[in-house]
């Protein structure tokens, strides 16, 4: 496998996992319709951040002359059926849906930890495009975490 081929192989791996933040957030945004808009907001807040980042990994991929991925990690798949497997013994409350949006940033908190980590040269910029992103994703994180807890707090 080529330089370029690896680090392609690594880029994709994160547009799949910004694939998986898009599909969950739109699906938790539909889940919050019923639930306080504050909600709502913030998932789509987080959607579009992370079709921003797609769009920058995706012209990376070309600069690279890889093809981009197009659809989402096996991971991310397991995920969306999870959050709809346990939104049906939950009811969509607003606690179980917090809570399935804090596994999928801790999944992609996980993806560009093993990106930077991965043995693929890359170029300062590009090192520099994932640091920001993961920076930027562990504060979404970090805002979800903060709802899910303050809403168990509320109703300890």
Known sequence: MTTNEKLVEVLNDLVQI???RIEGYQKATEEAKDLDVDLKAIFIKMAEES??????????????????ATGTT????I???WMDVKATFTGHNRQAVLENCE?????AQKAYKEA??????????????????QASLKTSHD???KYRDMHKAVNA
């Open 51 to 68: 079709i921003k980042y797609k769009t920058e990994l995706v012209n990376e991929v070309g600069k690279l002359g890889g093809e981009a």
């Open 143 to 145: 805002i979800i975490k």
């Open 18 to 20: 910004n694939n998986d």
């Open 74 to 77: 096996g991971s991310g798949k």
């Open 79 to 81: 995920y969306r059926v």
């Open 103 to 107: 596994f999928g940033e801790d999944a």
């Open 116 to 133: 930077l980590a991965s043995d693929a040269e890359m170029s300062a910029d590009v090192r520099q495009l994932i640091t920001t992103q």
